[in-house]
């Protein structure tokens, strides 16, 4: 018979905030200045744990290569130099994306990790969204796991979400809480619903028992609209606070990180252990041709 | 720059019927009375497609496995003897759920394809749930995906929905439609919020740009409330009707299974063709200790 599992919460949680910021392509100075003011009052508020979106440095709406070849920055650039001093004298963990010119001349879809002790994470987005392919060259490492104070943190980006397959892995290797910096386009949907993206991250979330805290962009760009949908959701997979679709702010919420160790979801269930991998090397051994099977 | 991607929906549909049913565990004839008049019904309002909860002869709440051996049927017993002669007669085609004794005698939580050509598939659920880990032996073959005149039509069971690598299984091997017979026992949720299960649907869907079908039961069983959370939704994640929570009858819907077959989400994006095998392997390869690991 399915019960509930009584779950004791743990009582040490930790403050994340993500920043839904109005950033601009091109404008460099004003988006450094939208995010220095964002952590700082973040940090004020008590952030442990602060979220940037995607490419926060830049802006998305690019007009080509060149004009990307002129705004991306290499990871010690001036970008994460300044989240670097802002980690060390605010005591905050930053997790951000920026456009990011690599040693190898390449540009990438990148997000890092900046805390007191320094850079502790790159990661290259792996899944590159529609133009981006045309920009960015797509990693090809799997997206870290940080052991930091508060809990073992993952980093991925916008899309790379949508692959239960990258979510998966992040969460067998330990992943308390996912942060997702996200540029989410407007899209169409049905008046009553929730935006998709929304729904995938909180299947994500609770499919895991994992806490996401997704920083989502706002305002117009090139005739490019954005969902505005930053969201953090907890390891059951309900968002902490209410949606604040497309509106410019810091959404916060005290996460009892510790809450995604445990797995179990009824007396006889956990959803990690219950995973049967003898049966899905077949998938993964699979291309994806339809081969339709009958009994 | 993300633009949506125009679609030609196709104008040929199929209706899809799941029958929400107030099942009653151990009494076989009135769960078989309440599947002949739910399938007729459908029948008579158009549906080819008609899928049953979980466990439709038997009810769920078993007091034992004694109680489970007094009420499984093989395959060739009386109850999808039944559910053939109905699909022959009413020309659909009929899945649903079975307590299954197997010709090992072993028990199965299993289901069922029956159309007017015959016993198209059998399916025994690979992720048990709960105390269904004391009755029943779990399955540990691939789920069906059967041609049909409608179109690729996969089939697994409840709580094995909610394993990504499964879903994503069907998926590559071209379902257009999943048929998931389900038993979703209530719990507690946030006023406001929709009930987990169903938003794990809804993302398994939209992750892979398929229909899929959910069929649960409804009325209190033993002390067990039931959600009563049958939906269909559509290949972009989205219910296709609003959702009946705990109401006994069935949700009927048109679906235009060939939009499935489209797996774009934007000019330059594609569900399935987007995927990076070659950076899953190391996932399928990892056991589930967690070793973070840092730049």
């Known amino acids: 018979m399915p019960e509930a599992v009584t779950r004791v919460m743990s009582e040490v949680t930790t403050r994340v905030g993500c920043a839904q910021l109005a950033l601009a392509v091109g404008d460099g100075p004003g988006n450094a200045a939208q995010i220095r003011l964002?952590?700082?009052?973040?940090?004020?508020a008590g952030a442990k744990v602060i979220v940037l979106p995607e490419l926060a440095n830049t802006g998305y709406a690019f007009d080509d290569r060149r004009e990307l070849a002129s705004l991306a920055e290499a990871v010690d650039g001036p970008t994460v130099t300044e989240w670097l001093e802002l980690a060390?004298?605010?005591?905050?963990?930053?997790?951000?994306?920026?456009?990011?010119?690599?040693?190898?001349?390449?540009?990438?879809?990148?997000?890092?990790?900046?805390?007191?002790?320094?850079?502790?994470?790159?990661?290259?987005?792996?899944?590159?969204?529609?133009?981006?392919?045309?920009?960015?060259?797509a990693g090809d490492e799997r997206p870290p796991v940080v052991a930091t104070s508060f809990g073992r943190i993952a980093i991925m980006i916008c899309y790379d979400v949508e692959f239960s397959e990258w979510v998966r892995d992040v969460a067998l290797r330990g992943a308390d809480l996912l942060c997702l910096p996200v540029n989410w386009p407007l899209y169409p949907r049905p008046a009553t619903e929730r935006p998709a993206e929304i729904v995938r991250v909180q299947a994500a979330a609770s499919s895991n028992r994992m806490f996401i805290a997704a920083a989502d962009r706002t305002s117009e760009e090139r005739g490019q609209d954005w969902l505005g949908g930053t969201v953090i959701v907890d390891a059951d997979g309900f968002p902490t606070t209410a949606l604040q679709l497309g509106r410019a702010g810091t959404v916060m919420a005290d996460l009892p990180l510790a809450d995604a160790r445990r797995k179990a979801i009824s007396v006889g269930n956990d959803v990690l252990a219950d995973r049967r991998p003898e049966l899905y090397q077949a998938v993964v051994d699979d291309g994806s041709q339809a081969r339709p099977g009958t009994i």
Chains 1, 2 share one sequence.
């Not at 964002?38 to 004020?44: G, L, M, T, W, Y």
């Not at 920026?98 to 805390?115: P, Q």
């Open 88 to 137: 060390r004298g605010l005591d905050v963990t930053i997790v951000g994306g920026i456009a990011e010119r690599g040693d190898d001349g390449r540009f990438y879809n990148s997000a890092v990790m900046a805390d007191p002790e320094g850079l502790r994470a790159r990661y290259r987005k792996a899944h590159l969204w529609n133009t981006e392919k045309g920009l960015f060259t």
């Open 38 to 44: 964002a952590v700082n009052r973040a940090a004020d």
